[in-house]
């Protein structure tokens, strides 16, 4: 009876130890998946590492431009420019150049320009030369000559005078009678024509202020020397061969004094002053007193 009650026990207790040992069977499985799959699903699921930073390839240094050189004139003075009409009134009219304000003036001419006219201006030495066109087609409306009187000595009745394409003779035409008044050497200014005739004469001044640099892609040509004869607020009056020139100081003019001589050069958008060395006087040395 004994022996019949153990069987069942013994059965039970065998199932039970099965079933330990199959869970046991796959708790160790499950961890040698877990094990073998882990590393794997870690290296799918990390956020990829940030790149190292790297900098940027050198540049080479590259030298601040230097101003463009300004190549010295040998006309002194000289003045190259051109105006656009920006008012007018009873003989004067007032230019808007690339630099700032000319002013031409005139008692006997000057008045028709337009704003559809331009004004083209030279000075050489003693002679200036006033060109006006017309915009559309710069076709010629007038042309004056200013400058000291001289006779031509190639052939009678002609002038000898300066022009933007050189010296050339201008002949006397219909107005001799009324160039009698003026002598070898005076002042006097005519109009000419296309073949250099003489088609009138007349009276021209000029004036000329500076006030600012020109842009780029100016066509100025300017060398001008003088003396400094005032100093007003930012302006520089300077006394030329041609007359009292106004600078602005803001184009580039170093600290100057009354009396002081200057030079003032524009080559198209370049500008440059040139101020002569202050001489210094040499120390005179003391007079030891003899032992």
């Not at 009876?1 to 708790?27: F, G, K, Q, V």
């Not at 002042?187 to 640099?213: C, K, R, W």
């Amino acid at each position: 009876m004994a022996r019949e009650n153990s069987l069942p026990n013994e059965m039970h207790d065998s199932s039970l130890r099965r079933l330990l040992r199959r869970a046991i069977e796959t708790l160790c499985a499950g961890m040698i998946v877990v094990a073998l799959v882990g590393p794997v699903r870690a290296e799918e699921t990390s956020e990829p590492a940030e790149p190292a930073e790297t900098s940027p390839p050198p540049t080479a240094e590259t030298p601040d431009p230097t101003p463009a050189a300004v190549v010295p004139a040998t006309i002194d003075p000289f003045i190259k420019l051109r105006g656009s009409v920006w008012r007018t009134k009873a003989g004067i009219v007032f230019l808007k150049t690339p630099i700032g304000l000319l002013t031409l003036s005139s008692k006997t001419t000057l008045k028709d320009l337009k704003a559809s006219q331009e004004v083209r201006f030279w000075v050489h030495e003693r002679h200036f030369v006033v060109e006006i066109r017309k915009r559309a087609d710069e076709s010629l409306v007038h042309r004056y000559l200013s400058g000291p009187m001289t006779s031509g000595t190639d052939e009678p009745r002609t002038l000898h005078w300066w022009g933007p394409g050189g010296d050339q003779t201008v002949h006397v035409g219909t107005q001799e009678e009324r160039l009698t008044n003026y002598r070898e050497g005076d002042p006097l200014t005519v109009e000419v024509d296309e073949t250099n005739t003489i088609s009138g004469v007349h009276d021209m001044q000029f004036d000329l202020q500076i006030s600012q640099a020109p842009p780029s892609g100016s066509d100025v040509q300017l060398l001008l020397s003088g003396t400094v004869s005032k100093l007003k607020s930012n302006f520089v009056f300077v006394r030329t061969p041609v007359g009292l020139v106004m600078l602005n100081s803001k184009i580039g003019i170093p600290h100057v004094k009354v009396g002081q001589p200057i030079t003032l050069h524009i080559d198209n958008e370049h500008v440059a002053v040139t101020l002569p060395p202050t001489e210094t006087a040499t120390p005179r040395r003391s007079a030891s007193p003899s032992p």
